[in-house]
């Protein structure tokens, strides 16, 4: 039996409900599948530990989506961007700069959630859509785009006769790879750690990134946990040494940890398990297809830097549901996917490249390139107009 809906979305992580929950609050019928049922508990197997930081022009997408009024109330705020040289002879800090949100904005960067909880409150929002039909353990397998709308064969072998199909289902996207869409991938050799520490010393909504060698180690604020300061941890490696640490009894991965953190909040306590996260960046050579677009990781991915990932995302989200709820009638035709490749591909394409070179100057090994780093962010931080600049065009605003 053949059934008919306004948008299919493949894809179940955090692009994919979002844009469900979007799309749904907009009026459109919506179909989301994703073969694999999401972990909406920090302590199951399987929980993605990894946090997410929602920059100011992404609230106004949650808050359409009927999402923010859900999630303010367990996000920690990040009104600082720290950024640490240590690339000294010592694990220490020796450059400090510190970029705050009072000299562009009344409001902070942006706010900080895990990324189990997201997927929790956003399986709770769907469940209050009736228009919206959230089906895990199902994906997609295939699909046939025709000139008035898609048609889409399901896991379970269910047909789907849509009129826009979103592809929002990751790195190895099988939407992208349907279409026939290519991807260039960049690989670095890196790893990540994903985990989440206590401390004895106040983050004050201060999120730090302190860089040595082989990639920053971020410590982004979240809230209290048990009455004792907590943040969320991604440290980014080489893959053997990510294999190492991964490896390293608890009180000997505390020390190291507390270590390359330059102690900027005194001892840190491992709160949760590790996981271990494979970094690359990767561009699809186009964001649109025939009935199809592509979002998220199926269109572009990018190492853990300045929050930018899933943001880029949000912006995806943003240009697609102003193009659907202006086609509504048709929100798969071809002016809506041809205008959202135009409005979506080049200020990715720049993104993308940007963060390339700063995952390359952080991965600095050798004392020479490590200076040169530090010279570097000493030469942008130094002139306030340029700070600003940095600031806004981090946070994607004019």
Sequence with gaps: MRETTDILISGGGVAGL???????AAGFRVICVDPTPPVTEGEAEGADLRTTAFLQPSIPVLEAAGLWSRLEP???????????????????????????ATDI????????????????????RLAELPNVSFRPGTGFARM??????????????????TKLVIGADGRSSPVREAIGIAAKTIRYGQKALAFAV?????????????????????????PDREGKPASAVVWMETGPEIARLAALPVPAFEAEMTTRSSGILGPLKLLTRRSVWPIISQIADRMSGPRTVLMAEAAHVVPPIGAQ??????????????LAERHREDPGARAVTEAFHRARHLEVQARVTGIDILNRA???ETPMLRDLRARGLEALYSTRPVRQVLMRAGLGVR
């Design 18 to 24: 979002t844009a469900a929950c979007a799309l749904g």
């Design 105 to 124: 904005s009344d409001a902070p960067f942006g706010w900080n959630l895990p990324n189990w909880l997201l997927r929790r409150e956003m399986v709770a």
């Design 362 to 364: 952080s991965m600095a």
């Design 144 to 161: 046939l785009a025709r000139e008035a709308e898609a048609l889409v064969t399901l896991t379970d072998g269910r047909q789907i006769a």
């Design 74 to 100: 367990h996000a920690a705020a990040l009104q600082v961007m720290r950024i640490i040289d240590a690339g000294g002879p010592e694990p220490e800090a020796r450059l400090t700069k510190e970029f705050d």
């Design 198 to 222: 206590a401390h004895d010393l106040p983050h004050r909504n201060v999120s730090t990134e302190v860089h040595r060698k082989g990639g920053p180690f971020t410590l982004v604020p979240l």
């Design 309 to 322: 990932g899933l943001n880029m995302s949000l912006a995806d989200l943003a240009v697609l549901l102003d």
